[in-house]
């Protein structure tokens, strides 16, 4: 299964922009590029999704790299309901198999 | 529309001993996953049902089951349990399959084994 890397943390300030990175170096062909974020003692929320180009919901953006091995979601202007783990999961087209990475923490400093 | 409910929320059993927990998706989806999630291991999917079929299942020992009704909702059980199976037990639906269709996650079933 194609596996995703990201930063175990990051910091960032209120009402400022945050880059959430992920490497997904052996993504195929099919595998579309979701992301998913957990608050404490919740399930998983949808976040946003994306194939090869990049895309843009009320909640954030997803900047996709040309070769797909790696991937950005944005959050225009954190607020402190941000703080949260975010998952870059990678799904096979076909199925609803998902292999979630371990996470990026989020921590929004007022 | 509600959301994903999971049934019970907290569960605490003994080593050896089976559990049944359900899961009733958001109304019209079809597709209903399950995973679980430990502090070391983190989220893990054990396998998804769509139409009464499991479509995919996850690396998981055949201990872990599950079915779904014609009416979506699904059941997982785990027999003879054992202390690593403690861990919070999420469900998730989503409208249909073979897509990559957003999912949906229930507040899960924290599940204990002493």
């Known amino acids: 299964d194609a596996k995703t890397t990201q930063p175990n943390s990051m910091e960032s300030n209120e009402e400022e922009p945050v880059h959430l990175p992920c490497n997904h170096s052996?993504?195929?062909?099919?595998?579309?590029i979701h992301w998913y974020r957990q608050l404490p003692s919740q399930g998983p929320e949808y976040v946003i999704h994306?194939?090869?180009s990049n895309v843009n919901n009320r909640m954030a953006s997803l900047a996709i790299a040309e070769d797909r091995k790696s991937s950005t979601l944005i959050l225009h202007r954190a607020t402190l309901r941000d703080a949260a783990v975010y998952y870059c999961?990678?799904?096979?087209?076909?199925?609803?198999?998902?292999?979630f990475g371990t996470g990026t923490k989020l921590q929004v400093i007022p | 529309k509600a959301g994903v409910t999971q049934t019970p929320r907290y569960l605490i059993k003994t080593r050896g001993q089976q559990v049944t927990l359900s899961c009733s998706p958001i109304?019209?989806?079809?597709?209903v996953s399950w995973y679980q999630q430990t502090p070391g291991q983190g989220l893990q999917f054990l396998f998804e049902?769509?139409?009464?079929?499991?479509?995919n299942k996850g690396n998981f020992p055949g201990r872990f089951s599950g079915r779904q009704f014609s009416n979506s909702r699904s059941e997982m059980n785990v027999s003879t349990l054992e202390l690593g199976d403690s861990a919070l037990y999420l469900c998730?639906?989503?409208?249909?399959?073979?897509?990559?269709?957003?999912?949906?996650f229930g507040p899960g079933t924290r599940l204990t084994v002493t």
């Open positions: 049902y769509f139409s009464e079929t499991q479509r």
């Open positions: 109304s019209g989806h079809r597709s």
């Open positions: 999961i990678l799904r096979d087209a076909g199925y609803q198999k998902v292999t």
């Open positions: 994306g194939l090869t």
């Open positions: 998730a639906s989503s409208l249909n399959t073979g897509k990559p269709y957003e999912q949906y």
């Open positions: 052996t993504i195929s062909g099919t595998d579309y």
